[in-house]
C-alpha cells in the first residue's frame, strides 16, 4: 500500500537534457528481437534506457497492448518522459473480434509511419509489430520500405515472435530468443515487475 501512495507522488525523473535535432549516429540500425523465448520487449527496453540516458528522443509503439494499459514498462515510461502510445486492444490471440483488431493494427501502422516521418525521434520501438505482419493485417514489404525511408540518425526496434522472413533478412541485428526453460510450464503465471 505505502508503494503504491509513494508512486502517486513520484516526480518525474528528469532526463538528460535533449539535443537539438536528433543525434547523430555513426550508422542507424533496425534491430529485430524475436523468437519464442521470453525477453524481446524487455531487450527494447534495456536499449531504451541506454538511449534515454543519452538523452534521445524516443518513441514507443505497441501493436498489442490495450491503450488502457498501465503496466510497469507504461509507469517507468511516463515518469522518464518517454512517449509510448498503445496501439492495441490487448492480446490477439484471445480476441473475440479479430476483424476490429485488424483496423486497429491498420490505424496503429499509419499513425507508426506519421510518427517516423516526423523525424523527431532518435529511436522509434515497434513493439509486437511482427503479429500483424504474419498474421497478414500488415503488408512486410510496405513496413520495410517505410524502414527503409525513415529519416537519417533515426534507429528502430522491431520485437515479436514469429518474424517474417523479410524482416529476418532486412534488420541489422536479429536476435532470436529461445526458449530453454519458462516457470509458465510448472504453472507460474506471469507477474508484476518481471514479466509487466
Request: some cysteine; charged content about 25%.
Amino acid at each position: 500500500m505505502a508503494e503504491r501512495a509513494t508512486e502517486k507522488h513520484a516526480e518525474p525523473v528528469e532526463p538528460p537534457k535533449q539535443r537539438e535535432g536528433l543525434v547523430r549516429k555513426r550508422k542507424p540500425l533496425v534491430l529485430l528481437y524475436t523468437g519464442n523465448g521470453k525477453g524481446k520487449t524487455s531487450s527494447a527496453l534495456g536499449v531504451t534506457l541506454r538511449a534515454w540516458g543519452r538523452g534521445w528522443k524516443i518513441c514507443w509503439l505497441q501493436f498489442i497492448k490495450q491503450t488502457t494499459s498501465n503496466y510497469g514498462e507504461t509507469r517507468a515510461a511516463r515518469r522518464l518522459g518517454i512517449e509510448m502510445i498503445a496501439l492495441g486492444d490487448g492480446f490477439t490471440w484471445l480476441s473475440k473480434d479479430l476483424e476490429h483488431d485488424k483496423a486497429l493494427a491498420a490505424e496503429g501502422w499509419v499513425r507508426s509511419q506519421s510518427i517516423i516521418a516526423s523525424g523527431e525521434h532518435d529511436l522509434i520501438v515497434l513493439d509486437e509489430i511482427t503479429y500483424p505482419i504474419s498474421y497478414g493485417w500488415l503488408d512486410v514489404e510496405e513496413v520495410i520500405a517505410t524502414l527503409r525511408s525513415r529519416p537519417a540518425n533515426m534507429h528502430v526496434i522491431l520485437t515479436g515472435r514469429d518474424a517474417a522472413p523479410e524482416l529476418l533478412e532486412f534488420a541489422d541485428l536479429v536476435t532470436e530468443m529461445g526458449e530453454v526453460k519458462h516457470p509458465y510450464q510448472s504453472g507460474v503465471k506471469a507477474q508484476p515487475g518481471i514479466d509487466f
